[in-house]
């Protein structure tokens, strides 16, 4: 059952662009929403996360936006360089239960 | 530091054969272990996660088992491989009762069924 629809399944742009990744959700149980940053052979990493409490959460380049009433959040790359290309999944959990859910993930290509 | 472990890294099994992946986590004690799928255009597919020793829940129907023999060790196994569990296998942990504590990867497993 896919409960986190994230979109678009591919992106690419161009060096210093800021490419947008969106996620919606359907469960209202959900409280804490990461996304994941995967490089080509490797397991996924956490890159950044939020909470519905607040609408937007910046660490460096990277920006999470958050719509509680729209159940939507997003990801933004400022400046984005070549380094970036990588897949990014978006996730979200409940806080008493040990399981997070993914999107399908965005391969994302910043172009140099 | 905390660590994870998984190999091997590739295999290459013919279909009905046997297969056991295995994943050790160090420098932590009672985590939560999960295996993950991931398939082309699919995702992350969560497959299996454990609380505790022989503590299983099986989020997918499939031709697949785990089992969790020691406090860091899960272990994902199939009788008989099919074509369809091709994919790129993934353990992870997390701080058991920690709210929200987030997915430590391994490197994954490539899993090609002939």
């Known amino acids: 059952q896919q409960q986190v629809k994230q979109s678009p399944q591919s992106l690419i742009v161009q060096k210093g662009g800021i490419p947008i990744i969106n996620c919606a959700y359907e469960n209202t149980a959900f409280d804490y929403f990461p996304w994941y940053q995967q490089f080509p052979g490797k397991g996924p990493a956490l890159l950044i996360a939020i909470r519905p409490d607040v609408s937007e959460k910046k660490e460096g380049r990277f920006t999470i936006s958050f719509n509680k009433s729209a159940k939507q959040f997003s990801l933004h790359i400022m400046d984005s360089q070549p380094g970036d290309s990588a897949t990014y999944f978006c996730a979200a959990s409940k806080n008493r239960d040990d399981k997070i859910i993914f999107g399908k993930g965005t391969r994302l290509h910043i172009l140099p | 530091s905390q660590t994870i472990h998984q190999w091997p890294a590739t295999l290459v099994q013919p279909v009905g054969s046997p297969l056991s992946l295995e994943c050790t986590v160090e420098g932590t004690s009672n985590p939560n272990l999960y295996w993950y799928r991931q398939a082309a255009g699919r995702g992350l597919q969560l497959l299996f996660y454990s609380v505790g020793i022989g503590q299983i829940s099986s989020e997918v129907p499939q031709n697949l088992s785990a089992s969790r023999p020691q406090d860091r060790q899960f272990i994902l196994s199939s009788k008989k491989l099919l074509l369809s569990d091709s994919g790129f296998y993934l353990c992870?942990?997390?701080?058991?009762?920690?709210?929200?504590?987030?997915?430590?990867f391994g490197n994954g497993t490539r899993l090609t069924v002939t």
């Open positions: 992870a942990w997390s701080v058991r009762g920690a709210r929200n504590s987030p997915l430590h």
